[in-house]
């Protein structure tokens, strides 16, 4: 198939609204995922948070979704992958209400896991049911391009979107916009997504592994921000020690560990965890600094950062698709 007839497919109409319904889908997952960053000395002042408890605010919905993306996908698997994404976009839905009403930093933390729960049923599947959608080869090259471009916009954009509903309304409202939107895409997403058979659950989803993998990496991220918790290190090397073996002796791992030999593939997810460390470090530190020592207004440090949002969805928008096509 040639190059433009690739860069020249056209969605066809009837496929295009549940293209559109996942691709808003996954834009709600990864917006929280960053939305919450700018918003956080607000959310520091007004519930009384010190700070390594406030960048629990964004880790408690991290580990979760991290943690749960693997297990959520085997049961998509299972159970049909529509289902699995619209149970997770309605508890992320459901969630983003205790923490908009969050009347200390515990009921914050404990609705931002749940959203990531959520999160992490919806993300686990909705690229597969992109896929599944478009057997064409290029109208599903087309289709990812849209989704992975609508994903690099919800992570860009969600900074700035942070500084402007903070200081317009409260940061609140940036938990609690999700349950207009969430609503309409759930309801939406039941009459225009097709239906798919999961393969039974006759099958091991290794829920073991899950809690092994996210008991792991609270641990450790409790262990790494607490001074006084870092005795929790040797319990979080238990954990993902214990993931591991669990991945070497069970029938259906969750992460078959033969996988990571390829060297490309160790390589890769080496990289991508260090961008996104870097990334999630920088996002916290950065709006932090903006307002508790430079002053700023939230609207002025989502300004601020705006040129690091430009920056990422130029990139997608110029380099993503020559890279894809490669």
Known sequence: ???????????????????????????????????????????????????????????????????LLLFAGRVGDLIGRRRVLLAGLAL?????????????????????????????????????????????????????GLYAFTSSIGASS???????????????????????????????????????????????ADASGAVLLVGGLTLLLLAVVDDGLRGLGLAAAVFLAGFVLRQRTAQTPLLPLQVLASRIVAAANIVFALLVAAMFGFQFLVTLYFQRVLGYSPLQAGLGIFPVAAGIAATSLVIFPAVSRR
């Open 158 to 204: 969600g900074l700035f979107l942070g500084g402007v509903i903070t200081d317009v309304a409260s940061w609140r409202w940036v938990f609690l916009v999700n349950v207009p939107i969430g609503i309409a895409v759930v309801l939406l997403g039941a009459r225009l997504l097709p239906r798919e058979p999961g393969s039974g659950t006759h099958r091991d």
């Open 1 to 67: 198939m040639g190059m433009s007839e690739t860069t020249h497919a056209s969605i066809p109409r009837d496929r295009l609204p549940a293209l559109l319904l996942l691709c808003a889908a996954t834009l709600m997952t990864v917006l929280d995922e960053t939305v919450v960053s700018v918003a956080l000395p607000s959310i520091q002042r007004d519930l009384h948070i010190g700070t390594a408890n406030l960048s629990w605010v964004v880790n408690g919905y991290l580990v979760a979704f991290g943690g």
């Open 92 to 144: 992320f839905t459901a969630a983003s209400v205790p923490c908009g009403v969050a009347p200390s930093a515990g009921w914050l933390v404990g609705g931002r896991f749940l959203q990531g729960v959520g999160g992490a049923l919806a993300a686990s599947v909705a690229l597969g049911m992109v896929v599944a959608l478009f057997d064409e080869a290029a109208l599903r090259t087309r289709a990812i």
